[in-house]
């Protein structure tokens, strides 16, 4: 381990701190608008990169690229087929969003449709981030840094379950301390610094892999050589065989990164932070754009990964940190890997900080104590949030051995994905479906998933249809099931949307050009590869 590795990881790490702390130390965190929201002052270049940098965790490049290490190219669909879902939520969902003035999803649902909706889509979100996002974002980050900094030879320790679990714990601590103690705006402005890092030092990896790939005869070289040797995995079409068969698509790939994008507490609590309508749009739509060159850094160096190192018996999972391990001079390998850090403390940080969020106004406010004070919602939350990160810290380790990370996380996502977004679809565009309808969306979807998915004889469904065919399925079910109940039993009055002016929603003029324009991309980008 080169010492320029660890004093350039120390620098950069550091800086980005101190940077956010000269920003950020003088914010109103006293109530739950400035903790939770910012203040609603964020600007389209903060929710542009706090939402890139809440994405780009390494389950997105140490999974991602483990995943075209595998499957080839074909697994950009979960970068590119985000654009659409991105032009929805700019164009259908945010002006929706800020019309209601929500601080979270579920405040939405209660507005809609009653408390006993919030109340369980709150719980959903909880249970969901502490099982599933929360671990799975400690344990990519985890392995990616033990490959990207050769951890066993710089900390002398050979047992990797130990290190496995020093590592979790101590990203895991600071992950905590960015996000309960400096509220969203912290987490936004590091988020923005550190996306900058990540995108310069994910296509560096490229140029340098490609240049490897070619011989050192430069990027045009190293993709000829890709293109003669592995010309079956750059289709962006993916076969029946791999994780991503092309017709899932158009069904549960679609509706997955529909509620990712659109419905994710942990996503879009910045756009809820918007100064203003037109902010926020600028901010989706550019980050539409930033993820149209996802797949030079999220998919192309597993690609090249494959390309140098397929015969080396590495895992998918890997992949990413052996090629920029080995690409690197060990002061950039530093640097990278602080970047990265920074990638896992977004993600993690912006996790917690939504977590907090929900129990906070959701479950303490909501349920618990009616008349707590704004300094006892903001105390609330920073208590749950420490027992949330102890308790992912936890459960992170356990994760190790999973056969592919990134595939894990999706199937996992969508048993609570598919039933919350069906619901919010449902509530916004009818105006008399009850709330036993959504009731019957949230517990009837999560239900149907899981014995898809985990009991017999049920399960055996897999074997007929792909799993996300499968979950699409369950979607269109959960849509006319609460069609259905609201034709039998409608509200008595039809639900009106009120604004309660909480910002500006005058939309971007520019919005509905660049959205098209964005689509006509995706379709373009799909076309060029497609053989």
């Not at 992950?175 to 402005?189: C, D, M, P």
Request: hydrophobic share 55%; aromatic share 12%; glycine share 10%.
């Amino acid at each position: 381990m080169h010492a320029w590795t660890l004093i350039s990881f120390l620098f950069f790490t550091g800086l980005v701190a101190l940077i956010t702390w000269r920003i950020t130390h003088r914010d109103d965190l006293s109530n739950t608008r400035g903790y939770f929201l910012a203040g609603r002052s964020l600007t389209f270049p903060l929710i542009a990169g706090s939402l890139l940098m809440t994405n780009l965790s390494t389950e997105q490049m140490v999974g991602l690229n483990g995943a075209a290490f595998a499957d080839g190219l074909s697994v950009m669909a979960w970068e590119v087929v985000a654009v659409v879902a991105l032009v929805l939520l700019a164009l259908f969902f945010l002006p929706r969003f800020l019309r209601s003035g929500i601080t979270t999803v579920p405040q939405l649902l209660l507005e809609r449709f009653g408390p006993t909706t919030q109340l369980i889509c709150n719980v959903i979100f909880l249970i969901a981030y502490a099982v599933i996002l929360l671990p799975i974002i400690l344990y990519s980050g985890a392995v990616g840094l033990q490959g990207m900094l050769d951890l066993p030879v710089l900390t002398g320790i050979d047992s990797s379950t130990t290190l496995l679990w020093l590592t979790v714990w101590g990203v895991g601590l600071i992950g905590a301390v960015y996000a309960l103690f400096g509220g969203l705006r912290t987490v936004a402005v590091s988020d923005t610094i550190n996306a900058i890092g990540l995108l310069v030092g994910g296509l560096l990896i490229v140029y340098l892999g490609l240049d490897a790939v070619g011989g050192g005869n430069g990027i045009a070289a190293g993709w000829h050589a890709i293109q003669e040797a592995q010309p079956e995995r750059l289709n962006s079409l993916g076969g029946p065989d791999q994780q991503v068969p092309w017709p899932t698509l158009f069904t549960g790939v679609f509706l997955i990164n529909l509620f990712y994008w659109s419905t994710n507490q942990q996503i879009i609590q910045r756009t809820f932070a918007a100064r203003s309508l037109a902010e926020g749009q600028k901010g989706v739509l550019l980050t539409g754009f930033l993820k149209l060159l996802g797949p030079l850094y999220l998919v192309l160096p597993g690609i090249i990964a494959f390309q140098l190192y397929a015969g080396d018996g590495i895992a998918p999972d890997q992949a990413y940190g052996h090629l920029v391990f080995h690409l690197l001079p060990p002061w950039l390998t530093g640097f990278f890997a602080a970047v990265m850090v920074g990638a896992i403390l977004s993600s993690f940080n912006s996790a917690l900080n939504s977590t907090t969020t929900l129990f906070s106004l959701g479950l303490y406010k909501g349920v618990f104590r009616k008349d707590a004070s704004e300094a006892e919602v903001v105390k609330s939350g920073k208590v749950f949030g420490w027992i949330m990160a102890v308790a992912s810290m936890a459960i992170a380790p356990l994760l190790a051995g999973q056969e592919s990370l990134f595939d894990y996380l999706q199937t996992m996502n969508a048993i609570y994905f598919i039933p919350i977004l069906a619901v919010v679809i449902v509530g916004l565009v009818t105006k008399r479906v009850p709330e036993s309808a959504a009731i019957f969306g949230l517990i009837g979807g999560i239900v149907l998933i899981a014995l898809g998915y985990f009991v017999p004889p049920f399960n055996a469904i897999l074997d007929l249809t792909n799993q996300y065919h499968f979950v699409a399925g369950v979607f269109v079910l959960l849509i006319l099931g609460m069609l259905l109940i609201g034709k039998i039993a409608p509200r008595r009055e039809a639900w009106i949307q009120e604004d309660v002016k909480a910002v500006d929603l005058t939309p971007w003029k520019g919005a509905v050009p660049v959205g098209i324009l964005l689509l006509v991309l995706v379709f373009a980008i799909y076309l060029t590869f497609a053989n």
